[in-house]
C-alpha cells in the first residue's frame, strides 16, 4: 500500500512535465473556447431575464404575448444575423463601413464557431430590447419583422463601423479611436433607439396620458417577476461582458468585477435619486437603476478602475430615472424602461470611456471619437428604426386596434390566455 502511494505521489508530480510548449498552447485554447462556450449559455440566460421583467411588467392579459416576442426575435433573429449580419458586420471590410463577404457562414474550427454562436447571441439581445418598450399594443407579425431586420441589417451595420475590419482595413469608427468594449453602444444603445423610432410612430397605450397632460401609471401584473428577471440579468451579464476579455484571461477579473460594482453603482444611484426627489422607494426604478450600471460599464469594463465601475454606475442609477420622467414628458410610453436603462446608459457609459480611459484620462481626442459614436448610434438607430417601421405601418398598420388592445393581445394576437382563471366568461368565448 505504502509503495503504491509513492508511486502516486511521482505520478502526480512528474505529470506536468511532458506537456511542451505546443500542448500549454493547445490547453489555453481549449480553455479559451470552454469559456466563451459558458458565456454564449449566460448571454442566452439573459433572455430569460428580459423574458420575466417584460412579462412582469405587462397587464396579465399580455404575457403570452410579450413572452412570444422574446422566443420569436431570438429565433429569427439568429437566422437573420446568420444569412446577412455576420457578413456585414465580420466580412472583408475595405471601405470601412460595410463587410462584403462571410454571408451565410459554415464554419469548420472551433473558435470561429463560437465566435459566430456569441455574436448571435449579441443581435439577439440587441433584437429584444424593443419587445419590452412597445409592449401591450404592438402587432405581432410587424414586430417579428422589425426585430428581423433590427438583427440582419440595423445592428450589424453599426458594428461594421465600430468594431469590424481588420489590419489597416478597420471600420471608419474604430479607425477613429472609438472604444466600445462589448456593446453599450452596438447592442445596448441600438436596441434602445431603435426602441425609441417604435414608440414615437406606435404611440402610448390607451389611458397612458390624460387630455391635460398628467400621466397615468399602468400596474404590471407582477413585480416580484421583475426582480427576478432583474437578478438573471445580472447573472447572465458575466457572461456578456467576460466573453470580452483578452485570450490569455489577463484582464477578465477586472472585468467580472467591475461589471458586479457597475451594477451596485446602479442600485445606489437610483435610490439616492429617489430619496431626493422623495418618489418612494419603487422597486421597478431600482431593477432598472442596477440594469443601467451594468449596461453602462459594458462600454468600458476592462479600462476602468473600481472605483469609476462604481461612479458611472452611480450616475446611471440617476440617469435611469430622470430620463424616464422625461421620455413621460414627451408622453412616450416605454413600459418597461428599455431606452432609459439601455438607450440613455449605453450612451453615457460609452462618453465616460472617453474620460476616465485608465492610464490616459481626459484625452480630447479620445472623447471626440466617444461623441461621435454615440451621435452615430442615435441617427443611425432611431432613424433606420423610424424608416423600418413607417414602412411596415404603410404595407400594414403595425397597432392593434383599441378594441383588441383592451382585450389584451394574449385573445386578440394569439387565442391563447396566460392565466385562465382570471380571465372572464366572455374573454374565453372568444379565444
Known sequence: MRILLILSALLLVSFPSYAAAESMQLDATMMRSIWIGICCALVLFMQVGFLLIEG??????????????????????????WLIGFGLMYGINQSGWLGLSGFAPDPSGTTQTLDLLYNMMFAATAATIMSGAVAERFRFIPYVIG????????????????????????????ALGFYDMAGASVVHSIGGWAALGALILIGPRSGRFGRKG????????????????????????????????KEDFSNLGIILLNTHVGSIGGICGSLLWLTITKRGFLMT???????????????????????????????????????????????????????????FCGAW?????????????????????????????????????????????????IRVTTREEQRGLDISEHKEIGYSDFMTTHARADV
Open 56 to 81: 412582469g411588467l405587462v397587464r396579465s392579459k399580455n404575457t403570452i404575448n410579450v413572452i412570444l416576442k422574446n422566443f420569436t426575435d431570438v429565433g429569427l433573429g439568429s437566422v437573420g444575423y
Open 147 to 174: 426585430a428581423l431586420l433590427v438583427t440582419a441589417i440595423i445592428y450589424p451595420v453599426y458594428g461594421a463601423w465600430a468594431w469590424g475590419g481588420s489590419g489597416d482595413n478597420l471600420g471608419w469608427l474604430r
Open 214 to 245: 398628467d400621466v397615468n401609471d399602468i400596474a404590471g401584473h407582477s413585480l416580484p417577476y421583475v426582480a427576478i428577471g432583474g437578478f438573471f440579468l445580472w447573472f447572465g451579464w458575466f457572461g456578456f461582458n467576460g466573453g470580452a476579455a
Open 285 to 343: 426604478s431600482l431593477v432598472n437603476g442596477a440594469l443601467g450600471g451594468l449596461v453602462s460599464v459594458t462600454a468600458g469594463g476592462d479600462v476602468f478602475g473600481v472605483g469609476t465601475s462604481l461612479f458611472v454606475g452611480l450616475v446611471s442609477g440617476f440617469i435611469v430615472v430622470w430620463s424616464s420622467n422625461l421620455l413621460a414628458s414627451f408622453r412616450i410610453d416605454d413600459v418597461v424602461g428599455a431606452i432609459p436603462v439601455h438607450g
Open 349 to 397: 457609459g460609452t462618453l465616460a470611456v472617453g474620460f476616465f480611459y485608465q492610464g490616459d484620462m481626459f484625452n480630447v481626442e479620445r472623447i471626440f471619437a466617444q461623441v461621435i459614436g454615440i451621435v452615430v448610434a442615435f441617427v443611425w438607430g432611431l432613424g433606420s428604426s423610424l424608416l423600418v417601421f413607417w414602412a411596415l405601418n404603410k404595407i400594414s398598420p
